[in-house]
């Protein structure tokens, strides 16, 4: 381990050029890498290359969309006032990472490029229909966030390419991230759920879950449901909450089991519809 | 060969050097090269708080930082860096006094998260202190009495 290279580069063509490297692992905030690194799981890592230099800090508008820097701490996510006038099902995300030590250096980027099926903000970044920002040696290309995942741990990132953020389609949106695990706080999720309203003229719902498969899902069957039912009755949110059961396809293993997950899917889909409505 | 990387940073408001190796981390460098031994290693991994300082005024893991990140403008302190701030001492004398230490390895993280809280809200409820501490972990199983000692530590602050 002690022979491993340290590298900070200050701008994002270098950045790029030592990640295509192998071996070569970037690290941004750090809490979830250094766990990893401590505990072996990178036996032939090369070089650290940390990324926290690089201009991905910001939240910004640009045209119809809101753009998140990947470099933006949880902290700095929940504590943006556009993102709290947006998109809540974020904050609300966010705010459930860790514990404050963690959300003050974790970072959205890192989140997502993990790639856990139980990391939190992806769910809402499936609600709110979020586009991967990714640049790479060769240029920039946009990722439906959907499309971004192909496994645990695994997404279309190639080797040389970075996150530089995420463009979120700019609409009011309401929203509820509920989420099951061993502690109210600090806890891995054994299930989590996220879900968006906005209003196009119709109400459209979009609803995503996490840690119920081997990467987030959305579920349309109940969107759609939603979308057609107007008025929300008992009936109707049963009738949802089956889809979302039947959306998940979880495993069982040291969190939770696979029958409590499915079944929780549904109850958090009809705990996260009655919050919103 | 060892991959030695030089950084500077400041460390409880005084501007330091050191050379740290890549995979090494604040923790062990605050307490190797400075020997400030306040901030403890507990889980190593994020989740007991035992290890927490502020960087930049907020806190943080210091066991999940590498200490070769730091830059220039980088701030760290540590409980010894607070040893002379009325908040800081405030929340140590209430600590004492409510019983709130049993074998103290949590008790420097403990406080600098009190601490933190304090800064952003004087007057806390129950629940907010409870959220605020919910990332440091006392084995002891002490809570209530750090919770107590917070509350103390906020009304001596209040009505002094």
Redesign the interface.
Known sequence: ??????F?PANTSEACELLAKPNYLA?A???DL??K??NGLFPNAV??V?I??LPFKSIRKEGDRLIIGSGCTM?AVISNPEVNEYFPVLVKAASTV?????R??ATLGGNVANASPAGDTIPALFALEAEVMIVGQTGKRKVAIDEFFTGPGRSVLKAGEIIEGFALPLRKTAGEFLKLGE????AISKINLALSVFNDGQKRYRIAIGSAAPTVLRCKGAEELLEKAGEIDAATLEKAAGFACETAKPISDVRSSKSYRKQMAGVLLKRALKAIL | ???L?KVTFSLNGRQVEAEV???M?VLEMIRRNFRLTAAKEGC????C?AC?VL?NG????S????A??L?ASDQVVTVEGLEKDATMQAIQNAFVSEGAVQCGFCIPGMTM?SY?LLQNNPNPDEHQIK??L???ICRCTGYRKIEAAVKKASETRRNK
């Open positions: 381990m002690s022979s491993i290279s340290f900070r690290v905030g750090g809490t250094i766990v690194l401590r070089a650290l940390d926290s230099a902290s860790g514990a404050t030590q963690i003050n250096a502690r109210r706080a600090h | 060969m060892e991959n990387v190796l890549p995979t981390t190593g991994k994020g989740e708080g927490t960087l907020e806190p943080v893991n066991c999940l930082k590498l070769a990140s830059t998260t933190k959220q605020a919910s990332g440091n």
